[in-house]
């Protein structure tokens, strides 16, 4: 089977032209398949602020409201992923730009949960697997901004790691997938503010130690959650790293690669 | 040939809820293949009021600076394009919405003026026939929003009756083309207050007879002038009217059909 790189990048490299465009460079410069999944970053949080939204906080997890969805709406889908695309369109890489509505990529429904109503946020269902495929065969590079929808016309805000995980396990079938959640450390560091203490693998067993030695907290745990649940459902390797590395990723030479065992 | 419908809808539509649903529901029962390019409408205007970006006017022409293209791109290429492309999607069309940076789509030139600097304003030089040759192929029906890009990274604020003539034209070698004009108006008329004094047919002659005469003027003409172009270079028939009333317009029973002869 044909390798496939989904890399996802995060807000924080969003959010830095220099690095984005380091970053657009080396995904250029990837030899096969590879889809991009782009994170939110602080524009939406700043529009909002300009914009007199305030931002509703409920048990410390930020709601979409209306108006909020329209804002990540438009900064997501319109201005991060169109300026990505027209940057990759100028490196030679044939971009095109989507969210989860688009062709009914990614279909999502409203996150149900007991006690918190989190407003428009999307948990994802499914993907359309056939139409990645096709316009794969196009070489055709997809770039997915973090907006699903629930087939009844409703736009809906989605966490971009999930979207990634679950477009890398859609495809499984299909290709050798490798999941590439990329960002602006060397990878997951056992000192996070020393980036020499990388560590440069883990599978289940040591991943139980680090969190119980609370080496991995916060944000990176449904990070590895998810990386773990890819590779449960055969996604080949799941590297976390460097965005502006892209290819030494690929090829093993930094980052945290993950694997079952 | 098969038929093609390529329907533009104006800014009017856009921006109201109640018509824009109407006229959504109206294009998923079109037969055949269908694109839909959509205009602008009001809500970049208040949303770069809202956010104190001033609007320049050069010689009566708005200029689109830095800080609107930002703002044209989040609102027709996120908002309204991926509103626009649920609500099709929950009337199970097949509906992909992209700008002309997508796929290179559509590839265009920052306007050259002698006298009056546009701004980030693209004129369009070339369509990408063959991606939506395949496109259709997959019965998808494409959703445009009114940005081009350059092939060097900019995206461009693009008039959206030039980009649905140019499509139109296009595909005018693969596909009888229908290209419609959709407003908030029954067509051409003889007086523009009255709904009833409907002008069913215009050829080139009259053309220049309502011109002369004055019942064509402003923004009529540029988009006559379209229609014209469209005819020169192929598509079978051009039809202004109503956008709600599209399968109307379709099958003759009303707006302003345009031929040369």
Known sequence: MENLYV???GGNIVDNPALLTECLAAFAKIKGQAILVHGGGKLATSLAANLGVEQTMVEG???????TLKIVTM???GYINKNIVATLQSLKVNAMGLTGADGNLIKAHKRVHASIDYGFVGDVDEINVGLIQKLLAENIRLVIAPITHNGEGQVLN?????IAQSIATGLAGSYQVHLIFGFEKEGVLLDVDVPSSLIKHINEPSYQKLKADKVIFEGMVPKIDNAFKALDNGVKSVIIGSAEKMNELINGTTGTTITKT
């Not at 989605?158 to 999930?162: H, Y």
């Open 7 to 9: 890399i996802k990048i």
């Open 158 to 162: 989605t966490n971009a790691d999930t």
């Open 75 to 77: 900064v997501y889908a």
């Open 61 to 67: 997890r930020r709601i979409t409201d209306a108006e």
